[in-house]
T-cell receptor, first 115, second 114 residues
């Protein structure tokens, strides 16, 4: 069965510091991977997605993620954190038709930005 | 282009009642998926509709059902509500529901069961 593990339910960084949110997946077939962000009382917004093209994927708001097959990882990074980055971040995997079997989400990581 | 809209945004029901939630996808999107989000279980896939047909269903009891209309709008129904059904219900639409398609999420409907 497919699964996604996000290490750290809460991550705290200082404003201007590197953001690193970890995501590992398990899959018996090549996965398609997504990072979503959720602000309070809102739905999910796509940050970026990996669909077997370039392994380094650039997304919105300065975020990027690198797909590493050997490590079954898809960690999300941002060079310099901004206060507006404070939110819940979800990693998700799609193994079959993105809608047909749905996305499988990790538990989420709450990103806290310290001033 | 308008995003995914969900109505109502908030609902309060009592145990045993039933509820219907509505989702209007982005224009041109034919796939609509529903997810339940709770603090304990996180985000879980409920079901997906494409061209008025349910293509797949997650691991939820039969009290959870849905349908899709010819204009791709979708409704989700929960019968005989239980306290554990309190959650944020998110709807997402995509062009065709393919693996590479991005799912665009609505703001959700917050259901509270008393």
């Amino acid at each position: 069965a497919q699964s996604v593990t996000q290490l750290g339910s809460h991550v705290s960084v200082s404003e201007g510091a590197l953001v690193l949110l970890r995501c590992n997946y398990s899959s018996s077939v090549p996965p398609y991977l997504f990072w979503y962000v959720q602000y309070p009382n809102q739905g999910l917004q796509l940050l970026l997605k990996y669909t077997s093209a370039a392994t380094l994927v650039k997304g919105i708001n300065g975020f990027e993620a690198e797909f590493k097959k050997s490590e079954t990882s898809f960690h999300l990074t941002k060079p310099s954190a901004h206060m507006s980055d404070a939110a819940e971040y979800f990693c998700a995997v799609s193994l079959s038709g993105g809608g047909a079997d749905g996305l499988t989400f990790g538990k989420g990581t709450h990103l806290i930005i310290q001033p | 282009k308008a995003g995914v809209t969900q109505t109502p945004r908030y609902l309060i029901k009592t145990r045993g009642q039933q509820v219907t939630l509505s989702c209007s996808p982005i224009s041109g999107h034919r796939s609509v998926s529903w997810y339940q989000q709770t603090p304990g279980q996180g985000l879980q896939f409920l079901f997906e509709y494409f061209s008025e047909t349910q293509r797949n269903k997650g691991n939820f009891p039969g009290r959870f059902s849905g349908r899709q209309f010819s204009n791709s709008r979708s409704e989700m129904n929960v019968s005989t509500l239980e306290l554990g059904d309190s959650a944020l219900y998110l709807c997402a639409s995509s062009l065709g529901g393919l693996r590479t398609d991005t799912q665009y999420f609505g703001p959700g409907t917050r259901l509270t069961v008393l």
